[in-house]
């Protein structure tokens, strides 16, 4: 199965040249790391800033350089920073082209749960609501199960939502899977793991239909 840097270069495939990209913090943040040389991509982060790098070398890290996650990062040539009112609302205005996200479910019709647990403390509900709400596309990258095992990719989520029928496409440890009103729809398995294990995993509808491919990572 994939560890965290392998699910964030499975997504990197996913992006195309020119796009405008938003990384929500976990998984999603390594994905930067990954953008094929070349490419035309330009990340945005909801605290105001448009252009954003890789993570730094360490003892290279600006203070002053920090993604929404808190996370010291880089910029690069022709990178601008604002404030947070623009930032919503180029986010708002649909400007960003695709949104990849970290969740602790996600429901058969695309319904997600990334931003509370009840009973434990949270700072706020951050960018998340706007970014489902408003982007084109959005690809969470996450476990698929959890440490008890337990598979987060459900028939209903049973946290609170962050989102109703949004998510169009899941990358796990295990799967790439599409979000269509049949249910989870397995495009690509792991290296090494086999379908039956995917569907031991999931919960929710799985919608197997052919041979199903091994990703290719690298």
Known sequence: MLDKTGIAKRIAKEIKDGYYVNLGIGIPTLVANYIPQGMNV?????????????????????????????????TVPGSAFFDSAMSFGMIRSRKVDLTILGAMEVADNGDIANWKI?????????????????AKNIIVAMQHVNKANESKLLIKCSLPLTGVGCVK?????LAVLDVTPQGFRLLERAPGISVEQIKNATEGRL????????????
């Open 42 to 74: 330009v990340l945005q982060s909801e605290n105001g800033l448009l252009g954003m790098g890789p993570f730094p070398f360490e003892g290279e890290e600006d203070p002053d350089l920090i993604n929404a996650g808190k996370q010291t990062i880089t």
């Open 118 to 134: 009840p009973g434990k403390m949270v700072k706020g509900m951050g960018g998340a609501m706007d970014l489902v709400a408003s």
């Open 169 to 173: 496409k899941i990358v796990t440890e």
């Open 207 to 218: 919608v197997i239909e052919g041979d199903i491919p091994e990703m290719k990572i690298e």
